[in-house]
């Protein structure tokens, strides 16, 4: 019994710094920056033919609500288009894209590229809007 009682410390100890560490990634400007970057690397569209040099975080916004930020990227593709475009035909084109995510708390709360396509459903969005600000600043 004596050597149970410090294995179930340690777990516990264990949990704990792997519960602050969790929050404390999904919780900062860095950690929902790291989420938004890689959700818009694994994104159909820049795996098609982005152009991994052209890849750039350039503005980050704090919004109206705790823990939520606005992440606009700039990245190059080779073709003209969206998504994965394997099948379809595809026009040569340096097409230069701009993506702008929204994360609160480590979720993905909206994607959108150049204001046309939803990076979440992968489709172009019904009402599509010009490419500018989705939130408020803080």
């Known amino acids: 019994m004596k050597k149970i009682k410090p294995v179930i410390i340690i777990v516990v100890i264990l949990l704990f710094i792997l519960s602050i560490s969790f ?3 999904n919780y900062t400007r860095e950690g929902n920056a790291l989420i938004a970057t890689n959700f818009v690397k ?3 569209t820049y795996k098609f033919d982005g152009i991994p040099d ?4 350039n503005q980050t916004v704090a919004m109206e609500c705790p823990y939520c930020w606005e992440f606009y990227f700039n ?6 288009g969206y998504g994965d ?5 595809l026009y040569f084109v ?5 993506a702008i995510i929204i994360v609160e708390k480590g979720t993905i709360n909206s994607a959108v ?6 990076m979440k459903t992968q489709g172009q969005l019904s009402d599509a809007v010009p ?3 989705l939130s408020k600043r803080r």
């Not at 590229?113 to 939803?118: I, M, Q």
């Open 23 to 25: 929050f404390s990634l």
């Open 42 to 44: 694994n994104e159909a």
């Open 54 to 57: 052209t890849f750039e975080l």
């Open 75 to 80: 990245y190059q593709s080779r073709n003209s």
């Open 85 to 89: 475009r394997t099948d379809a035909g």
């Open 94 to 98: 340096i097409t230069n894209h701009t």
């Open 113 to 118: 590229l150049d204001g046309v396509w939803d």
């Open 131 to 133: 490419l500018q600000r």
